[in-house]
């Protein structure tokens, strides 16, 4: 299965240490003589502003959390919606029921969500 | 079809990488996502195991672990969040006023 | 499918989960704190109660995911207990801290309900959801002072060294499907054959080793003092009581029904070690949470000597021990609480030293005897109900011929008596430093004299515990 593969991994193999072999071949050979300079951040020639460290906006986290939630709740009724055609009639009801207590609970947290200001984007 | 060892050599592999990222690192941002690798790493071997046995519980559970490794993640980052407006780092080797 | 009758065997657990979501609403509709507050409590109250009448109960049900029966039913009382003795000082803690936020009762709920399905579980699917549904509320609850760089420290260590746990504890569920292609817990109890599979009892061991994490064992346990520490008072007697007992609540039973005494030596040796690092390090300690938080260390080696034992007298000792224990320990955590929030500058944790409990007796003697009470107790002072939490515990390892390890357990508990011997000390025969008085409001005092009154008639009738659980 995997017989076909070797070739690739060679290859891999190869020019993975090639290109480690020369990286630190340069370090060790090259002469080393650093200066401030040498050692500052190279902007495109300018002289660098501020940090790489820059903080930024805390909505974008804000954002992010509610999608990581509301992007797996999204996981469960996938499953839910595809199978639920499948059910004969009363398990039909019953799945329908159970779903949307899913969503009414889903519901309070996006609730609680909008009151405490969290989609405001301004 | 690959035989079930592949995938479970390979769900090993990925979870011991992630615990060696635990031990090694000192940011807990990295750290964490080594702990999202580890959880990865069992959703594969849960999901291999499932259609081995050919029996439907493993995926389940898939579903259940990617739904808790979220609530943990978003958990986890405010906590990572409150401590860095604090402490400005989230360097582990630095978060040590509690000892003894 | 479920059938609509089942659910009125898990009544308690829709009152707390109709509570939480409707604390939430009430919280950012009105942000009436004491509407909050007595919904919280009032639903606590009501499932204690419902849970106490229900006792007789003993089923499958829910598709074989929830077990209801008097040992699950019985742990879950403790549980609640704990929960409701912690929500009647927290409101007092909170305010004074200027944390009172609906969002700590919301979020006790939530983790309440994981306890309670944890502790109801028949399916490792159930075990897991229901005990990361605590974890992540605990991570959140230590973190809850955010302004506060130790809060905010223990909750980070409490969440990285968690989630860490956590991926062994999959693994081992994982490997435990593997092999048995099933996670439904009765198949795994009743397929003896697969009890002798390598792989089989490397799972176990690993699922054992997640939960060891969660109740402190050693060597999982150095997460233990931190968050203690770091956490708010209260937070850390919750965490220590409900936690620790709905972890125990949950794992003990399945072990033991497990019956691998293969796993004997392991639990016995890694009882010894919790013992010995929880009473030996705590006498070295000079802040009093840090301290109950070795005695809390010490406690769980107790009740893995029990789990030991693999006998029915051990399920019994475990079940009085965590009663026991979650009188005695959150009422030592709500004393200290009461001393903590008292403190004049409200910066960040002071108060918590040995010191300031030097000449307690002469400041405020109330407090003092009932600290003392708590202390005698958890040291296994006879007549408190920790001496019969011990004795039971105890005599279930000598019943199962393991008499070197009580003897062990026995002698390690006397060294534990110095350290509370120590405070005591300091409470009653030294001058005091400060003039500080304490403030005592009326339900946290409800809370100390439940607690008292607990730790007194259960020591004095242990055995009326196990009549009203209906288990003998």
Known sequence: MLEGYIPIFIIIFISAAFAFLNINLSSLLGPNRPNKEKLSTYESGMEPIGTAHDRFSIKYYMVAVSFIVFDIEVVFLYPWAVSFLNFPKPEMIYSFVIGLIFIVVLAVGLIYEYKKGVLKWD | MLEINYYLILSALLFSIGVLGVLVRRNAIIIFMSIELMLNAINISLVSFSSYLGEISGQIFVFMVLTVAAAEAAVGLAIIISLYRNKSTVNIDEINILKW | ??????????????????????????????????????????????????????????????????????????????????????????????????????????????????????????????????????????????????????????????????????????????????????????????????????????????????????????????????????????????????????????????????????????????????????????????????????????????????????????????????????????????????????????????????????????????????FTLFLFSLAGIPPFAGFWGKYYLFVAAIKANLIWLSIVAILLSVIGIYYYLKVIVYMWFTDPETDETYIMSPLGTTAIILSIAGTIFFGLFPEIFFELIRFY
């Open chain 3, 1 to 370: 499918m479920i059938q609509l009758h089942e659910l009125q065997f898990i009544i308690p657990l829709i009152t707390i989960c109709v509570a939480s979501v409707l604390v939430l609403i009430v919280e950012v509709f009105s942000r009436n704190r004491e509407v909050v507050f007595a919904v919280t409590t009032l639903s606590v109250f009501v499932a204690l109660i419902i849970t106490i009448r229900d006792i007789s109960y003993s089923t499958i049900i829910l598709n074989n995911f929830i077990n209801i029966n008097n040992v699950s039913s019985g742990f879950n009382i403790v549980v609640l207990l704990s929960v409701l003795l912690s929500l009647l000082e927290s409101r007092s803690y909170l305010i004074k801290k200027q944390i009172n936020f609906g969002e700590y009762y919301a979020i006790i709920l939530f983790s309440l309900i994981g306890m309670m399905l944890m502790v109801m579980a028949n399916d490792l699917l159930i075990v897991f959801l229901g005990l990361e549904m605590m974890s992540i509320c605990f991570y959140i609850l230590a973190g809850f002072m955010r302004k506060r760089i130790k809060s905010n420290e223990s909750a980070l260590k409490y969440f990285l060294l968690g989630a860490f746990m956590t991926g062994f504890l999959l693994y081992g569920i994982t490997l435990i499907y593997g092999v048995s292609g099933t996670t439904n817990l009765m198949v795994l109890f009743s397929n003896t054959l697969l009890h002798q599979e390598p792989l089989f009892l490397i799972g176990v061991g690993l699922f054992l080793i997640g939960f060891l994490f969660k109740i402190g064992a050693f060597p999982f346990h150095m997460w233990v003092p931190d968050v203690y520490d770091g956490a708010p008072t209260i937070v850390s007697g919750f965490m220590s009581t409900a936690g620790k007992i709905a972890a125990v609540a949950t794992i003990f039973p399945i072990i033991l029904k497990l019956n691998i005494l293969d796993y004997r030596i392991i639990i016995s040796v890694v009882s010894v070690l919790t013992m010995m690092f929880g009473n030996i390090i705590a006498l070295a300690q000079t802040n009093i949470k840090r301290l109950l938080a070795y005695s809390s260390i010490a406690s769980a080696g107790y009740l893995l000597v029990g789990l030991a034992a693999f006998n029915d007298m051990a399920l019994r000792g475990i079940l009085f021990y965590t009663l026991a224990y979650s009188f005695m320990q959150l009422g030592a955590f709500i004393v200290v609480g009461i001393i903590e929030k008292s403190s004049s500058d409200n910066k960040d944790f002071s108060n918590i030293s040995l010191d300031s409990y030097k000449g307690l007796a002469k400041r405020n003697p109330v407090l003092a005897t009932i």
